[in-house]
């Protein structure tokens, strides 16, 4: 079977078997196709609320489809590679929250949605990348202690001086590996392309930056300027995606090695598997850890909008 003729089997047998493809803008060009939905972690989270589907499968990885699971309980959720987890979400556990509390009493805690189901039970309100600076700038109290990623935390507590936010050590070891020198030796050698990073990047990295932003805050910036060349500081999906969105202009990647290989551990024959149903991993858990857990989904897209 070619690519073309995958895909059109994926779109008969989800029409058929009543199936809602969501993929994260990380995914490979060709499940983007296949996929329902796409898009960056605060849209996907939206739409999985409201997608009629009985089965859903999430083209990303872990915490993605256990979001979808808490936030339609009631459905079947495929996450496509079992293998796929991120991470920055294995960093910090629930006791470890639970242990450092105390010293952060009156705090808010705001948890990255790269977190863990579990974690997020002791949690107060999640965030995205594209909602942080929103959400953290919506919540009453000014004392914030802001889990797991300290880069995007950083980026979000030079948006709010006014507020006391606090940070543990954690972050996504993809974006972090990016240094300085590679952004500057990037844009010595495209010196009028424009620098698009994500707010995972190290700081030093981001203040070279012309954006920063979410995945999708990153390619509607590129779509809809009127600029030619960009270098895009996030996973090298991104820069492949808008060559074949926009072929007029350029898009290259900071670095070689600004890949994920849990956001590209699915392929599109995973795909076909899960529609087929003989792969994939449905999504369990109990019925209390969604109603804790999903507390701190349900106020993020309350205070999000
Ligand atoms: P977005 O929130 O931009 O989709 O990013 C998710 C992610 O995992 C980035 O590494
Ligand atoms: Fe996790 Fe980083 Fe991969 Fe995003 S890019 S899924 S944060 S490891």
């Known amino acids: 079977m070619n690519i073309k003729e995958v895909q059109d089997e994926i ?21 983007l196709e296949a996929a329902d939905f796409k898009g960056d972690s605060y849209a996907l989270s939206k739409m999985a609320a409201s997608v009629p ?7 990303g990885v872990r915490f993605m489809a256990e979001t979808v699971k ?16 991120c991470p920055m979400a294995e960093q910090m556990d629930r ?14 805690v705001v948890a990255y949605i790269n977190t863990t189901a579990e974690l997020k039970t002791v949690c107060d309100v999640c965030v995205t990348s ?14 914030i202690l802001f889990i797991p990623d300290c880069n995007l935390g950083a980026y979000v507590a030079a948006q709010i001086p006014e507020k006391n936010i606090r940070f543990l050590q954690g972050g996504c070891p ?12 990037a844009k010595s050698l495209h010196p009028d392309a424009k620098l698009l990073v994500h707010p ?15 995945t999708s805050g990153i390619m509607d910036y590129a779509v809809n300027s009127s600029d030619k060349e960009f270098i895009i500081g996030t996973e090298n999906s991104i820069a492949e995606h808008l060559q074949y969105e926009c072929p ?19 392929t599109l024959m995973d795909v076909l598997g899960c529609v087929k149903g003989i792969q994939g991993e449905e999504i369990e858990m109990s019925g209390e850890m969604i109603s804790k857990a999903r507390k701190c989904i349900d106020k993020m897209i309350e205070l999000g909008g």
């Open 174 to 185: 993809v974006h972090a590996s990016v240094t300085r020198k590679q952004a500057e030796y």
């Open 200 to 214: 995972e990047c190290r700081p030093e990295v981001a203040q070279l930056a012309d954006y920063i932003g979410s």
């Open 95 to 108: 006791e470890l929250i639970e242990g450092i509390k105390p010293q952060f009493e009156g705090y808010t």
């Open 70 to 85: 808490m936030l339609s309980p009631e459905k079947k959720v495929i996450l496509s590679c079992p293998e796929a987890g």
């Open 248 to 266: 007029d202009k350029r898009f290259y990647p900071l670095s070689k090695d600004f890949i994920c290989p849990n956001m590209k551990a699915t």
């Open 11 to 31: 779109m008969r047998l989800k029409k058929e078997n009543d199936i809602c493809i969501l993929a994260h803008s990380y995914q490979a060009h060709e499940i």
């Open 53 to 59: 589907n009985k089965t859903v499968i999430m083209c």
């Open 130 to 143: 594209s909602s942080a600076v929103k959400i953290v700038r919506a919540i009453e109290n000014d004392n």
